[in-house]
């Protein structure tokens, strides 16, 4: 009887253990398999969707202060003289101000996008099919914690 629950209490730790580790076995076994220069070059392409998935975000807070005519924090200056906020002048040049940043995102964007895309179409040359499947899905759920 003991020997018996014994037995079956170090299966379920060895499987809560397999659970737990499987993410990290999977980036070993990349190592182990096609080396560092592969790694590295999954770790780069983690980095570049991250950056992807902030640009986007940010690009689409921009696009929804131009749409409802709302200018944001971060794009206020200090005049020489208080009276001038309230001019058309100065939210003109606000909204300005917010329209290049939002053109300097959209090509930032589009590079970013493109850089990402070399890098995921590289990776796939380099592994096999059934180990991409897995990144990906590894890398579509570190991304949603973003």
Known sequence: MF??????????IKCIYRKINDKYSLIYNIKKKYGRPTLKLYRELE???????????????????????????FIRFKPYD???IKTN???????????????????????????????ENKLKNQIALYNWIK?????????KKE
Do not use: W
């Not at 020997?3 to 379920?12: D, Q």
């Open 47 to 73: 980095k570049s969707q991250v950056k992807l998935i902030r640009a986007d975000k940010s690009l689409e807070f921009l696009r929804h202060c131009l749409l409802y005519q709302v200018k944001p924090k």
């Open 89 to 119: 002048t100065y939210k003109g040049m606000r909204r300005k101000m917010t329209i290049d940043l939002y053109r300097r995102k959209q090509v930032q964007l589009s590079c970013i996008k493109s850089d990402t895309n070399k890098k």
């Open 135 to 143: 990144l990906s899905h590894y890398l579509n759920e570190r991304i």
């Open 82 to 84: 208080k009276k001038l």
């Open 3 to 12: 020997y018996s629950v014994a037995i079956s209490l170090l299966f379920i």
